[in-house]
């Protein structure tokens, strides 16, 4: 896999507005605002064939939706950020989230309790995949893959595989309660969000952060902690892969074994959008924006009357247009200093 | 280069992991009486033939620097395509005809989108995945197809001797892929390509178009891995390829590990895949619960991968 070694020399010469004009400038900007361009027409089209669409239930559906795999898509977000891959995403959301429900539900545990232990799940499993990465030097895909087989054990154990269904009424207005008039997920969103977003672009860690995932030996020899870093990176992905695991199951106010399967791919195409939508930088939002994008295709779909064959195909698709506008804008980036390939 | 002599720690690094298969092969067979008997390892060989065929093909695309998931649709589209048209009465050779067209149409697309628009193959093999998945729902809606045809069915079910017919495809595609990849010089450009892409260039090689055969071909090998995989289950069930994905993954990596550290190779993804189906075989004749199964493949990948690139002495990152 080719290293782009020059990013960040062109990064620092095109914010000091050195060079990047005319035509190159075009080419960022063709692959920045073209999916805006792209989604602005897909709303058109079917806000002209169902106006349903952009009324305030919808819109609400679709935010809680988009809440439910924001988290996780954060996470993942903030990994890939970092020059990494986070796979065992899915099976960390399912065993919190199996985990949770049992003590709520079958040990009687408080909401609180069972909360926090959820959670922590993640926090262990986050920890793991971290040291293996950043420790032991294993290739993130190939360590995450292994912990995503280990998970399978505790998911079914908790259980023995049987689902869950939740009695306390507290878990369930997690997902489907509303305050004043505004459904409980999106606050919780907007929460995470604030805080994601704060940590990212306005730490220090979060900065070098993002700038291991630019150059990690320039990291180096500035003395950044790269691998404490990188270990970060790997738990906060598994704290935000339960909260999606959690909050999907109070949702349906149900704990299944295969509840989680859907947050890898989906996180995936989500954080992927993210890190093209607004041209590298402000991932966490682009992120919001992907995952938005990525809950809208289906729900519009589905409003025009597409069964679920036609949903492969849009995230498909959506992923295509995802990494072409990433190739299209790191070329014209790469135009500008970036020695010949 | 001059080569250093063997330290142990290479010979952990490069033949542990065929220790720990050997070591798992007698420990089961001294726990459980069963594991050790003709049946059982024909039914490991059989069971891992279309996961090792696969996961050569992934091998390949490995070796060459790049990856490609797009077998996870692939196997599915291939399944159901095969399944149904049977199923409407076309003829076998027919049918094998048009998913060998399939596959060859697939194989072209990834190197188009991997080599001609030079996407990152990860990102661009996980999209040709989702799409080869939206034509397998799109063409069977989801129901499974049964194949019923004896003469068809014989393909996998066939004995020549003791030996099942899929081992022997097991091992005749493990052998042309050995002997091409280390003996001819188009194999030797393929493993060069991974390790130095700009002087493979400078040298005169046409990099990019062989770089797409390498696609092309291990297209053709997950195609032929999908006809397998559905005549030994006996008809098409949604999404076959997905349960594959993981575990071909799992096999290549382990191969990794295994030989020559930290690199693709065959004989490595031939052992890989027959461990863990040894680990399946054997933790259920101990009557294990079945969930505790991918616990111990995942430690084990664990364990063999991190003694591999421990001695890296920097992360590795994935590029995008």
Redesign the interface.
Known sequence: ????NSSVISLDLRNSGVIGTGSRKGGRAIAQYGIFVIFGGFYTLITIFRPSFFSLGNLYDILIDTSLISFVSWGEAIV?TA???DLSVGNVAGVAAMLTCHLLTNLGFGLPISLVMGVSVGGLVGLGNGL???R????????T?????????P???ITN?VMVTVVPESFSYLGNGTFMNIPIPIYIMAAVFLFCYLFLEKTKLGRNIQMI?QN?EAC?FSGID??NL?LLTFIFCGLLSTFSGILLAARQSLGNVTLGDRFV?EA?IAS?LG?VIFNGKNVITGTLFGAIFLVSVSNGLTLLGA???????S???L??V???A??YSKRSRLKITGPKK | MKKKPTTLGQIINNYGTTFAFILAIIVFSIISKRFFSVENFQNILVQSTSLGICAFGLTLVLIAGEIDLSYGGLIGLVGAVLAGMLKQGYSPLFVSLVILAIGLTTGLLNAILIVGLKLPSFLASVAVMFLCMGTERVYNLGITTWIRDPQVLSIVQAYIGPVPAPVIYLFGIFVICYFLQTQTRMGQYVRALGENIDAVKEVGIRASLTKAAVFVVAAVLFTFAAYIETLRNGGATMFAGRQLLLYVLAASFLGMATFKAGKANFPGTLIGALFLYTITSGLAGLGIKYYLVPVVQGIILIIAVAISSARRGKIEQIQF
């Open positions: 896999m080719s290293k782009s890939i020059g990494n891959l293996m990465v950043s032991l030097n294993m290739n993130s895909l190939i360590a893959l292994g912990t995503m087989f280990v998970l399978i054990g998911l079914f154990w595989g995932g990690i180096r790269v691998r990188a791919l995936f992927m890190t069964g679920p064959e036609w949903m492969y195909f995230q498909g698709s992923l295509l995802a990494i072409l990433n190739y």
